[in-house]
């Protein structure tokens, strides 16, 4: 991220814990750093992916969009 105060490769660590799935609290105590500071990297790395998917979604789905009246599940009626 641009305007960090973190090292480029504390943040790079943080990305591995991120994608790894460990928790904010804990990738703190594993790299050193304040827990809020790995809260926040992580907020912001979610946000990153959302506009990310929200870009490509606007990609996929631009135009005219048309959806039918199919219904799936419910009980068989009749028997």
Do not use: W
């Not at 490509?56 to 799936?72: A, N, P």
Request: glycine letters at 8%; one cysteine or more.
């Amino acid at each position: 991220m641009r305007k960090s105060h973190l090292s480029y490769s504390k943040q790079e660590k943080l990305i591995e814990h991120f994608v790894s799935g460990t928790a904010a609290p804990c990738a703190a105590i594993l790299l050193g750093i304040n827990k809020s500071s790995t809260a926040y990297y992580s907020h912001r790395l979610r946000e990153i992916i959302a506009l990310a998917l929200e870009k490509e979604s606007e990609e996929v789905f631009c135009g005219e969009i048309e959806v039918d009246e199919s219904y799936f599940g419910g009980r068989r009626k009749g028997k």
